[in-house]
């Protein structure tokens, strides 16, 4: 049963404030409403020891809720932030660099909300679980108390630890049943002799042959593999003391067997569509462009204007086959295979590049913006060019002829950005929301005749969630729209 917990509520809006101080009271939970940052400095003097969560409007009069967020991630408070927002838009993202841990949108329903909460509410009771466990102080070599043991067995996943002379020093019982280990005589041996699956030794030791340059460079690797009658996918993370020394490794290993046998029909059908739609497709497009080249003949206007539809909607089709295979490999999370560091100015310049003839085509201009410099990222190359390609595929498209994209690339933080502003049709504000969703289009007069498979935004989401980066919207109807990207820099 989750735990009750001491909740501040910091709202100016006495309907938001009633509704949810009403929904966490309903779930047992203490709630401390407040209208005001002068009634919040309050309450957090008086109940400091005993507030476990903090929801703060971003709306507060006179910028209120920034004075409250920075006073509450000073390391004397230990109060888990949430701020909410109209819209959860830039304002909320600086929150967020600022320490806050998530946002809320004031619109929300029920179930989002309660999705949001539950997941503090669960990382809350991992801290205090953690806490109690600090006190115990064992080192990370010998994770053998009943309560810590019992954590590690808790996981769904196997756990496998080496130091840096390849020594297995840690796993946990789903590993040791994944690769038939003993757990009572591993410490200390080597992972070569433990582990009998080869493909995982090399993992294993060439994390820490990699060396400090991967390790600073944020090192992961993410594989699958085959192990008996397992399908596993592995994660290797080098382990970073708090000095930032590299001492070891740690594998990450889910059993996908179960999924791939589920979602076995669908494989049957993209595999069908790889080979059997696209390949015909694409004879198809070629013979189009023969014809309507004069190469087969002369034809009339008519002929052509009916060859040159059929085209169109034959590059279409294309389009969609591509979209729907690519979007399957990122559904498998095939996309992160290849992790390296990546620079985003010569990204751009490719895809600007690509991008050229169809903008022209409109006389659209694009315009841009990049810092000296830019930081590197971490990530997959495929999936990167992948975002870009659809966000200033999407800007053109949906910019009308003699209209302008302006891409701005920046460093924030510790992160970078990818702005894409456009002077196109726009978004209304009720469909900014489902923009992401699969094959979702906005259906109105000025896209009618503009073709796509409704996939690009779901492909950008999924690559940015993969990257553990961010992706903002603002847009309003017939005025153009703007999206921002954010993805952590190379550390």
Same mark, same amino acid.
């Given at each position: 049963?989750?735990?009750?917990?001491?909740?501040?509520?910091?709202?100016?809006?006495?309907?938001?404030?009633?509704?949810?101080?009403?929904?966490?009271?309903? @779930?047992?939970?203490? $709630?401390?409403?407040?209208?005001?940052?002068?009634?919040?400095?309050?309450?957090?003097?008086?109940?400091? !020891?005993?507030?476990? +969560?903090?929801?703060?409007?971003?709306? &507060?009069?006179?910028?209120?809720?920034?004075?409250?967020?920075?006073? &509450?991630?000073?390391?004397?408070?230990?109060?888990?932030?949430?701020?909410?927002?109209?819209?959860?838009?830039?304002?909320?993202?600086?929150?967020?660099?600022?320490?806050?841990?998530?946002?809320? @949108?004031?619109?929300?329903?029920?179930?989002?909300?309660?999705?949001?909460?539950?997941?503090?509410?669960?990382?809350?009771?991992?801290?205090?679980?953690?806490?109690? +466990?600090?006190?115990?102080?064992?080192?990370? %070599?010998?994770?053998?108390?009943?309560?810590?043991?019992?954590?590690?067995?808790?996981?769904?996943?196997?756990? +496998?630890?080496?130091?840096?002379?390849?020594?297995?020093?840690?796993?946990?019982?789903?590993?040791?049943?994944?690769?038939?280990?003993? @757990? !009572?005589?591993?410490?200390?041996?080597?992972?070569?002799?433990?582990?009998?699956?080869?493909?995982?030794?090399?993992?294993?030791?060439?994390? %820490?042959?990699?060396?400090?340059?991967?390790?600073?460079?944020?090192?992961?690797?993410?594989? +699958?593999?085959?192990?008996?009658?397992?399908?596993?996918?592995?994660?290797?993370?080098?382990?970073?003391?708090?000095?930032?020394?590299?001492?070891?490794?740690?594998?990450?290993?889910?059993?996908?067997?179960?999924?791939?046998?589920?979602?076995?029909?669908?494989?049957?059908?993209?595999?069908?569509?790889?080979?059997?739609?696209?390949?015909?497709?694409?004879?198809?497009?070629?013979?189009?462009?023969? $014809? &309507?080249?004069?190469?087969?003949?002369?034809?009339?206007?008519?002929?052509?204007?009916?060859?040159?539809?059929?085209?169109?909607?034959?590059?279409?089709?294309?389009?969609?086959?591509?979209?729907?295979?690519?979007?399957?490999?990122?559904?498998?999370?095939?996309?992160?295979?290849?992790?390296?560091?990546?620079?985003?100015?010569?990204?751009?310049?490719?895809?600007?590049?690509?991008?050229?003839?169809?903008?022209?085509?409109? %006389?659209?201009?694009?315009?841009? =913006?990049?810092? !000296?410099?830019?930081?590197?990222?971490?990530?997959?190359?495929?999936?990167?060019?992948?975002?870009?390609?659809? &966000?200033?595929?999407?800007?053109?498209?949906?910019?009308?002829?003699? *209209?302008?994209?302006?891409?701005?690339?920046?460093?924030?933080? !510790?992160?970078?950005?990818?702005?894409?502003?456009?002077? *196109?049709?726009?978004?209304?504000?009720?469909?900014?929301?489902?923009?992401?969703?699969?094959?979702? @289009?906005?259906?109105?007069?000025?896209?009618?005749?503009?073709?796509?498979?409704?996939?690009?935004?779901?492909?950008?989401?999924?690559?940015?969630?993969?990257? =553990? *980066?961010?992706?903002?919207?603002?847009?309003?109807?017939?005025? *153009?729209?703007?999206?921002?990207?954010?993805?952590?820099?190379?550390?």
């Amino acid at each position: 049963m989750a735990p009750s917990l001491n909740i501040l509520v910091v709202e100016n809006d006495i309907a938001i404030l009633s509704k949810v101080t009403s929904l966490l009271e309903k @779930r047992g939970h203490n $709630v401390i409403p407040v209208e005001s940052r002068e009634e919040a400095f309050a309450s957090i003097q008086k109940k400091s !020891d005993i507030i476990d +969560l903090a929801l703060i409007s971003l709306e &507060l009069p006179k910028l209120g809720a920034w004075p409250l967020i920075k006073t &509450l991630r000073k390391p004397k408070y230990e109060i888990l932030v949430f701020v909410m927002s109209a819209d959860c838009g830039e304002e909320s993202i600086e929150a967020m660099d600022a320490g806050a841990y998530d946002c809320i @949108r004031k619109t929300f329903t029920t179930k989002r909300f309660w999705t949001k909460i539950d997941r503090a509410i669960e990382r809350i009771s991992l801290t205090r679980e953690l806490k109690k +466990l600090k006190h115990k102080r064992k080192s990370i %070599h010998d994770p053998g108390t009943e309560n810590m043991r019992a954590i590690f067995d808790s996981i769904a996943d196997g756990i +496998l630890v080496t130091d840096l002379d390849n020594n297995l020093m840690f796993c946990n019982s789903k590993a040791a049943d994944m690769f038939d280990i003993s @757990r !009572d005589e591993i410490l200390g041996k080597p992972v070569q002799q433990l582990v009998k699956y080869k493909r995982l030794q090399k993992l294993l030791v060439s994390s %820490h042959e990699a060396g400090s340059s991967a390790v600073h460079m944020g090192h992961q690797q993410v594989c +699958l593999m085959e192990a008996d009658e397992k399908r596993l996918r592995v994660h290797i993370n080098p382990v970073i003391n708090r000095d930032g020394t590299h001492v070891g490794t740690v594998a990450l290993t889910h059993d996908v067997m179960a999924i791939t046998g589920m979602d076995s029909l669908k494989d049957d059908f993209i595999f069908m569509v790889s080979h059997q739609l696209k390949a015909p497709l694409s004879a198809m497009l070629m013979q189009l462009s023969v $014809v &309507l080249d004069g190469l087969a003949g002369d034809l009339t206007e008519k002929q052509k204007s009916l060859l040159s539809k059929a085209k169109d909607k034959t590059k279409g089709m294309i389009a969609l086959v591509s979209d729907l295979l690519d979007f399957q490999r990122l559904e498998e999370d095939r996309v992160l295979l290849q992790i390296t560091p990546l620079n985003l100015t010569e990204i751009l310049e490719r895809t600007i590049d690509l991008m050229d003839i169809m903008a022209e085509d409109k %006389h659209i201009t694009i315009k841009t =913006n990049v810092v !000296d410099n830019l930081p590197y990222i971490i990530g997959d190359k495929n999936g990167i060019e992948a975002v870009f390609v659809n &966000l200033f595929s999407n800007a053109i498209k949906y910019t009308p002829d003699g *209209g302008q994209v302006t891409i701005d690339m920046y460093k924030s933080a !510790d992160d970078v950005r990818i702005k894409v502003v456009d002077t *196109g049709i726009g978004i209304p504000r009720t469909e900014i929301k489902r923009i992401f969703e699969k094959f979702y @289009r906005i259906k109105s007069e000025s896209t009618t005749h503009i073709a796509g498979s409704g996939l690009g935004l779901s492909i950008v989401k999924r690559v940015v969630d993969l990257h =553990n *980066g961010s992706i903002y919207v603002d847009s309003e109807k017939d005025k *153009g729209t703007t999206f921002i990207v954010t993805l952590p820099m190379a550390q």
